[in-house]
């Protein structure tokens, strides 16, 4: 992952870059729409079949420390997930709101497509002020299936080092 | 939110009162004072007394810095500290304070370095925390710098002493600490052994959280199994802690400070249970399937009776063993209302590139987002918002009455009965005479 | 940005005196010193004898919980209850702290329930706030569990007393607080029933926020005529408070620390003022005209000489009539430098759809956002800005010198004088020998 | 207000959505700069002649509560807020700042588009940090007029459930 | 600059301003990329031989003040900077993000293109969370050279009025 | 992160001792006690004794309120207050407080004002702080209003002492300050008439930042020239100030508690260092070079010896001047653990555009960004760091040791030794008996 954190220049002419974005963008407001409604039980609806989501510290990924917050290996561990936070795990409610920066294109090779794009992640507790809860880079690797792109692989890299209390819902 | 960034504060002075107005209810076996979580008197005394007083305080792995000049900040207590592996392979720790004027030198989390400079006048400090050199200490020219007299002996950090067990860090502030085994007591070294034999571990990586409780409450969920089979839908389902299966919950010896909870799953995926039992789990639900079931599998890797083992060593350590994830967690105190946790997941250094998979699978249970960890985070949090925010002031625990340290039964609060009389004792606090 | 956030603090330690430290001054009806406002202890104080006295204190609607089983959090001073109403139809109020570690059981603003479940051990709680069950209280094959002498009659939630009238509930901790009707007294129960007539109410919404302000602040702030024919434009050109309308304000003849400010709006849209008095008046300006006159549209829907009363009752409930837009708010006092507001507008279930339009559209004269709130809030922010930061240490209330509570004339002070000497009783607060 | 903050899927092309994020995209810099300029006088130049506007909590929106700290019904009282805020109305000076995330198109109809944005505001008080003031999603309903795009209904729904003191300019 | 900070319409169609905003956001991303890597050293290459850049405060910019708390006059300056960052100053190390609005395209007069882009940069120090470090606007002017835009002038200008500690990074 | 923000609080109780424990070491010239940093009591004294005692406090320049009704806010201590020229060209200081109800009432940075009028009840003052008008003051129609004996007079604003010399301000609280010439004392005020010789001054800007250090290591960083030659690379790199070149560090001759650094660059780029030197100093690098060497131009437009001179003036202000780059940095004190500090830039009204665009350029040393600055900032948050979390509690200053007060040497904390004993002296802190 190390690497990954590394400056690289794109390879990607920038008209093709302009339109992946577009493409890209409007998935991220599906993914982040569903989950700022607490819609959990869609969120693996963004992912492959063979994908994978980690969320971890910037600080992990620059000692390429494999560890994740949430940690999952292929679609049915992402469900098992979704189900659990939606059904069985007990926690307070609360409001997420997902404010995405500039996403940003680095490769197409065939169907898959990477890119980067920054997050703030606001929580809101019952009666609270809003709070950056996390902040951080989507690392993303997309493929198309059809009209839609999909997750192959997204490590959502936090710089924040130390996360007030938990993180209840996925990023 | 953090704590210090509360926008509703405390309810009032009455949670916060001076040492002399802090005397434990009569009945002191069966009740907790709120104050013990929430004066800001008996956390100062608490930092004196426990945390710089005759403990080992986990302080680091020792395969966080395997090479000579290694090194990581770290916290006793509350206090920074700087942990290094010197060029002879020992390993030292010393406060992150420079002698001179008291800048915290050591800025990165983690490194390797040949020495330690202080950015503001570089003084520089050698791997084992003494001062080595002081730039111009003989002046310009001979005029200025240090009096002749000055000896760099005399204006090192503050050094602790240090024990280790099997890759495991220790540290201490005083002189009378017994030696690491006597302190951990047997049966503590015991199953300690079992995830640290001596085989090389392999760090997987961080986490740390800031919790709004107070750090006593950590111990105290790692001492109460009652809640373990009522909070955790991912136990009881899994069969993980169950009323029916084998399990202990144990306390020291010595002093009833450190133990463990310790349970060993069935073989079956999904537990059984006793439908007398199910009506009084509302976490248990039939309905709680995995898609991928991987996530349970157990590898018998350790010679234990216990597939799983939460161990709490006093006064600042957690290791971690549920089925095949492992970590320890250190406990650093920050107030009496707030207490921050570093996590650091680990295996072995022989892992298959599967196994270490495997374990970060399952640890999806542990962390601040874990199916466990997130339930006990909000749980803590809620407690001490309960007694922060309340008029009424004291805690309960009857279960099992009249009996203090280990049980084998899960509805029992003796383990935490013994930790508070123990630290009656270490705290000096007096306990109310019983009405007439 | 929040007081907790603040990130330029108190000028020094004299504005947070201890107890024993204030006196007030000799003449002690015409100033008010800042320790009232600023003093942590004067606080705590303030909780126990005054939020936790023989006070009725203000909890919600009862149109917030209509049905058996309805629930919403709430707050009695800093103090975080739970307002509930049982199968009975009787409403509950109790302290969300759990009899048995202290966990703030119930998590959610409002809902409707069966019973309340503390999440960290599951002990159950019927909708009166008694204990009602805890998961295996007789253990597990009869090992561990609860005492036999164990009653959950004896570890209930902390209760409170419960009043209600015409719908809206109030609470207490004393058992010595009079009943509610004679708690308020003839007359501020007279204006009561204004907008609280029995009939339905509809909620039509909520909001808060903190204000960086002592709570008393704010009574005082609806007891000074003074500041609104000065400070609000809206209230100024459009006649909703300007010199030689007819107006009062009101304290209660008992103790004067309830009160109201009241006035009857001429049917003109814009103010008619004397020459001389718009010389006085900086926030009168010709030209501010509205383009929607709509806004100031006034609907007798009361048999009330007011068209608008904003109403103090101590310690902690304001009622808003301002035309056909009405609410109540919540002081909850959040140690001296802070205090948060919960607003609750309504309307009435009778209403038509344009009826509701019209409350919502004239709402915009209150709030944090309001034209009229927008300005008090801010106001109030900067009379606690200017506390903490000076070196002096005194506030000055001259106005109509001599007059204690009820005045009819704009330019008085005299109710603020009430409530202090009221204040300063209940709290037992010395004054100051007069120089000789 | 609560079935639109549930999450629903846009019925839109996402060419079509693209196209119309970049007009829209257009729309809210020109909205922001002109508040975030601190000239609240041209905030109604925004507003279609029958627009509705409203700052309410997610807490209210999902209460179906139909309050709002800020309520407007017509361009009328859209500018009689304007007006009042600039001219009449005493509060202490400051900055604001808005900071968007990417548009979320919904659906179009006729002339009729509507959309979900997010946002952090920011307010800087003098001499002060900048501080998260509100953070929430915009929900919105243009309508087109000519070249432009105008508001036919903004809806600020925001997170945050504690007000730091008083908002004191439109979002 | 005050006049800058005052709200003016923009003088481009909707349509250009559209391809604009895509080639600028191009360049947003990968400036932000670079700064957000600790790649200091490669600050210097998103800026044109004769550029300028500073970084001030709102307060500063309405008074008309020219200071900058980085103040540099061509390249050679912005290369200067990113050295002395990069290799002899002494401060703590950090994670830095910056998160951007959408950018508003001002003006396009042959070579060169203004525009003006909210953003937040966050900043977390080690062990530490993330902090709002400043808030405010990049006001830019682009020239073209070949298939990139430069920076010919960048004024960054912040509405935060008191800073915490210290500025390491460029933003 | 601000300071009030922090997530990870202080150590323990022992950083913040009340004033009765408050008791130097015996060797006190050679030692400083971490309380001096971190205790409350310790602060609160000071804005008594000093920043409100017989002390002359910076507040503005001249040239920021060059015309009548110009006005600024501002700070004496930690105490709100406005800058006014009146009518007449004098300049008044008053606090920021209004004499009615306490609000800050002046709201605006800067700006140009005929009165300044509270918001609250629009009591006005004139622009030397003296209530000038009480809205309705004799009532409505002879009704409520002030008494009669009510004298404006007596309800003016606080306002202090002001003096200035060469279009720099002063305010002292107290009556007793001495005229600020003989307060400054003779060397200062020389040191001080190089940039306010009396020419013109343009203002550049502003900055602010809160530096989570005390207000005094502020001070002693500039009386530091040790670290001056060891933590800036820039000083040294560039031969601003090495081992070497002409220097001193001066400590006022009456109370040693104002002072300067001064240094004379001489006319190369680069220095020349002796090798012998070069090894002490880490920060020295043969491969700092500049591409844009304009820089590094001195434009010599003052008669003296020093190129740079940093100049402290007790309690609060700075005066900075390195090469062409001038400013002054007002400390405002927060608490014991923060401060911050107002930067204000400047240059003269005759200066062409391309001098002011040289100072501008040079002004990239300066500040929170600078190239020196930064690193000051740093090194001054790691030390309040080291205090606050460590379990020891000593500072040492032994260079030049036997020494006080002005020195020619750069390896010498005789200037800090100088400015303890003064301070022990004002605080009235007691020295501990030497050990028999
Ligand atoms: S403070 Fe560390 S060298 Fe001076
Ligand atoms: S704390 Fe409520 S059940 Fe244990
Ligand atoms: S507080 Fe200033 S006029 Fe009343
Ligand atoms: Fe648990
Ligand atoms: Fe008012
Ligand atoms: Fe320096």
Known sequence: MKDRLAYAKTTISPRRAAELRAEIESFHVEYCAALDANDVERWPDFFSQEATYRVTSRQNALLNMPVGLIYCEGLDMIIDRALAVAHSQMFAPRHMLHVLGIARVLQETGNTISSQTPFILMQTLVEGPSTVHLAGVYHDRFVREGERLLLASREVIHDTEILDTALAYPV | ?436
Not at chain 2, 27 to 49: F, G, L
Not at chain 2, 64 to 87: L, Q
Request: glycine residues 6%; neutral net charge.
């Open chain 2, 1 to 436: 939110m953090y704590q210090s960034q509360a926008v509703i504060g405390i309810t009032n002075a009455r949670k916060n009162p001076p040492l002399e107005q802090c005397v434990w209810p009569a009945d002191a076996m069966n009740n907790i004072p709120d104050w013990v979580y929430t004066s800001q008197a008996i956390y100062d005394q608490e930092i004196e007394r426990i945390f710089r007083g005759d403990t080992w305080n986990f302080v680091a792995l020792e395969a966080e810095i395997p090479n000579p000049g290694d090194y990581k900040r770290g916290y006793v207590g509350a206090t920074a500290v700087v942990i290094v592996r010197a060029e002879d392979h020992t390993i030292s720790v010393f406060e992150n304070r420079c002698a001179h004027r008291g800048a915290e030198f050591c800025r990165a989390s983690q490194g390797n370095t040949k020495e330690f400079v202080c950015p503001y006048h570089q003084w520089s400090y050698d791997l084992k925390g003494n001062l080595q050199g002081v730039p111009f200490k003989r002046g310009i020219n001979k005029v200025g710098g240090m009096p002749a007299d000055f000896k760099n002996a005399d204006h090192g950090t503050r050094q602790l002493r240090v024990a280790t067990r099997n890759g495991v860090v220790f540290a201490t502030y005083s002189d009378k600490t017994p030696p690491l085994e006597e302190y951990m007591t047997q049966e503590i070294v015991e199953e300690f052994d079992v995830p640290f034999s001596g085989k090389k571990l392999k760090i997987l990586g961080y986490c740390r959280n800031e919790l709004p409780c107070n750090w006593k409450m950590y111990h105290e969920n790692l001492k109460d199994p009652y809640h373990a089979t009522l909070l955790h839908s991912f136990l009881v389902v899994f069969g993980l802690l169950v009323p029916g299966i084998k399990s202990i919950v144990f306390a020291d010896k010595a002093h009833g400070r450190h133990g463990f909870m310790a349970s060993a799953k069935p073989d079956e995926i999904y537990a059984t249970v006793a439908d007398d039992d199910k009506a009084q789990m509302r976490s248990f639900s039939d309905n709680l399937r995995l898609r991928d079931e991987r996530f349970l599998d157990y590898v018998r890797e350790f010679k234990s009776p216990w597939s799983a083992n939460m161990m709490t060593m006093w006064p600042n350590l957690i290791v971690q063993r549920q089925m095949n994830t492992m970590g320890v967690r250190q406990i650093i105190p920050n107030g009496p209302n707030s207490m921050v946790m570093q996590w650091t997941m680990f295996g072995y250094e022989d892992d298959t590139p599967e196994m270490t998979r495997h374990r970060l699978r399952q640890g999806n249970l542990m962390g601040p987002a874990g199916f466990l960890g997130l339930e006990d985070n909000e749980a803590l949090k809620f407690v001490q918002e309960g007694l922060r925010n309340s008029s009424t002031d004291n805690n309960v625990v009857k279960l099992d009455a009249g009996h203090q340290g280990t049980a084998r039964n899960l509805i029992s609060e003796s383990c935490i009965r013994s930790l508070y009389q123990y630290y009656r004792d270490v705290m000096d606090i007096r306990v109310a005479e019983k009405a007439a």
